[in-house]
């Protein structure tokens, strides 16, 4: 019998283990991922400016150098890991509350709101700013709305007598985003100009963010992320089925709905500041649950770290990898990155389950 | 006795169409309910509405005088707790972490599982021989032992009713055995069961009281002695049957003739 006390420890410590290890490896990536660009700064001076900027807050002289590794590196470093845990957190619970493995952030269309939106601001060339966070410009406004207009819109369509169904909730998601991808076109079509920053927008990249965009994404991520932990039990029960979760007194109707807001409220921030960036929450989800198995409050929190830090250093590969300052949109990256590992993983998962 | 469970004209099905047709049943504290019928003939569905997951299109199900529908769901969880079918598809997750759902009904919002809670759920993994694997993820478990570990979770529920719906129908003779004497035990502290059961000489040697369903009708109701008999039995399976007593516990039991469905199908068509 202590045998199976034995095997608990363990496991806990082998998840906090795990924990640990990706949260320090975020760390230490976004110190080297500072220190790496195209205008050559030493990693001694790298640290000293972050040291200085977190830990005494005082702004002294800025040197050029300084400029760069806060405003302009660390900045967008500090954004991939909130956007690429966000969107891997997101994509478990997606996967969880629709129970289906092919499900990812952008499968309910909330995405596809936050692109229309976008589109729209584009197409209408407004440039204008907001009086909170100015020198953002609209866009990421505008596609925040249609993020959460898309959710009101996906909600009201799955919910049938009160309650949130997930056969209902699929279709609906399917339903939305297919019809603002056909808004999307129209607008395209409309305009030839706005075509390319639409499609660039669309693709996703993380060129030229700055701490605006990460105060833009900071509340919704705080509070989606609060809400996700808050239910992550109830999605393990979730995963048994409708019939099983209300046998066991659970409102899966509400739990779903809270979850789907939660879930979209990152995702729609995500989108927002940085366009579709694919694959991190379809494969991350998958990776981390090949390892440690289907417990949800494991998975989140491994997800968030494996997440962030895949989108990292997608990301630096996106800045650094052409010739003569010019980048690649992360999104391209990732999916080219995602596509052949998504196949691997599929392969393997099959042959187990066919063992 | 008071009646704990009172079914009041119900009908209940899928969408529109009922599969339950007006059925009346009244089962009181500490029964052991069987319920028996062919396939389709609707145990599945009235063990759905017993639990609260169904609800009725006509008619009223309540517990201890309070309509079904008006107990708050972890209120009405842990007064009812349910065993499912086996569908052989298991979660990639720990046994325990599985039976301790049983305790959800009991957690406030924010709290988690407590030390009180993980105890009691331990409990249970020992009465259904699943401590062992507690530890082990539920996918790794073969279908009987996951089936105990279901029997554990609805356990931990410490409701004073247990549905269950075919749930040992993945089971080896041994550990069905071991179930219902586990069931029978509970159900001797005062426990209410009520089981929808394929094998019928298995409810008649556990059940005090069997409820017959056909095409969506109480057809039979009453104590094993009174309706366990040949033209009964012989009329609702379409099929010869033959009763004897049990040797031991002097039970009745069926026996059924090889070949005899389709004799009997083409007698009783007068050909």
Same mark, same amino acid.
């Given at each position: 019998m202590t045998g199976t006390a034995d095997i608990a420890q363990r496991r806990f410590k082998r998840s906090v283990f795990f924990a640990g290890i990706t949260a320090v490896a975020c760390v230490v990536s976004a110190v080297l991922a500072s220190a790496y660009g195209p205008l050559d700064i030493s990693l001694q001076q790298t640290l000293d400016t972050l040291v200085h900027h977190i830990f005494t807050g005082i702004q002294g002289v800025e040197t050029t150098n300084s400029i760069v590794v806060w405003e302009i590196r660390f900045s967008r470093i500090i954004l991939s890991l909130l956007i690429g845990s966000g969107l891997a957190v997101a994509g478990t619970v997606f996967q969880g509350i629709l129970?289906?493995?092919?499900?990812?952030?952008?499968t309910i269309g909330v995405s596809s709101g936050a692109a229309f939106g976008a589109s729209v601001a584009i197409f209408f060339g407004f440039s204008g700013t907001v009086p909170?966070?100015? %020198?953002? %410009?609209?866009v990421p406004f505008a596609a925040l709305t249609g993020a959460l207009l898309a959710l009101g819109a996906v909600i009201t369509l799955g919910s049938m007598g009160g309650q949130l169904k997930r056969d209902a909730l699929v279709l609906a998601g399917v339903v939305v985003a297919t019809f603002l991808a056909a808004l999307i076109s129209l607008v395209k079509s409309l305009d030839e100009d706005s075509v390319a920053s639409i499609v660039f927008w669309i693709m996703g990249s993380l060129q030229g963010r700055t701490w605006q965009h990460v105060q833009l994404i900071l509340p919704w991520y705080a509070i989606g992320m609060a809400i996700i932990w808050r239910f992550s039990r109830e999605l393990d029960i979730l995963s048994l089925g409708e019939t099983q979760a209300q046998q066991l007194g659970m409102n899966a109707s509400r739990v779903r709905l809270w979850l789907l807001v939660g879930a979209s409220m990152i995702t729609g921030a995500s989108v927002a500041v940085s366009g579709v960036i694919g694959f991190v929450g379809l494969v991350v989800p998958h990776l981390v649950r090949l390892v440690q198995? %289907?417990?949800?409050r494991p998975l989140l929190v491994s997800s968030a770290f494996i997440g962030g830090l895949l989108l990292l250093w997608s990301d630096v590969l996106a800045r650094t990898i052409?010739?003569? %300052?010019a980048e690649l949109p992360v999104g391209v990256v990732t999916a080219l990155l995602g596509g052949p590992f998504f196949c691997l993983l599929l392969h393997r998962t099959m042959k187990r389950s066919s063992r | 006795m008071s009646a704990r469970i009172a079914i009041e004209n119900l009908s209940a099905g899928y969408g529109k169409t009922p599969?339950? $047709? *007006?059925v009346s049943l009244s089962i009181s504290k500490g029964e052991m309910v069987g319920l028996l019928g062919p *396939?389709? &003939?609707?145990k599945t569905t009235l063990l759905m509405s017993l639990s609260g997951v169904r609800k009725p299109l006509e008619g009223s199900v309540s517990l201890n005088g309070t309509n079904?529908?008006?107990?708050?769901p972890k209120k009405r969880a842990a007064q009812v707790a349910s065993v499912p079918q086996y569908t052989g598809e298991t979660p990639d997750i720990e046994a325990l972490s599985l039976v301790l759902m049983g305790r959800y009904p009991y957690i406030s919002a924010l709290g988690g599982y407590s030390d009180h809670d993980k105890k009691i759920a331990l409990s249970c993994m020992q009465e259904t021989a699943t401590y062992d694997f #507690?530890?082990? &993820? #539920?996918?790794?478990? &073969?279908g009987g032992e996951f089936q105990r570990v279901l029997i554990a979770r609805a356990l931990a529920q410490q409701a004073k009713t247990i549905l269950l719906?075919? #749930? /040992?129908?993945?089971?080896?003779i041994a550990r069905t055995i071991e179930i219902f004497d586990l069931l029978k035990q509970r159900h001797n502290n005062g426990t209410t069961v009520v089981a929808a059961i394929h094998d019928i000489n298995l409810a008649a040697l556990y059940c005090t009281r069997l409820v017959f369903l056909k095409q969506g009708h109480v057809i039979l109701d009453g104590t094993v002695d009174d309706v366990f008999t040949d033209e009964n039995l012989t009329t609702i399976y379409d099929t010869p049957i033959h009763t004897f007593k $049990?040797?031991? /516990?002097h039970a009745p039991q069926a026996f059924f003739t090889p070949g005899s469905a389709a004799a009997f199908n083409r007698h009783s068509t007068g050909e």
């Open positions: 129970r289906n493995p092919l499900a990812d952030p952008f909170y966070l100015a %020198g953002l %410009g609209i198995g %289907g417990e949800h052409l010739p003569e %300052g | 599969v339950l $047709h *007006n *396939n389709g &003939s609707g079904l529908l008006q107990i708050p #507690a530890y082990r &993820s #539920a996918r790794d478990l &073969s719906d075919e #749930a /040992t129908s993945g089971l080896d $049990h040797p031991v /516990t």
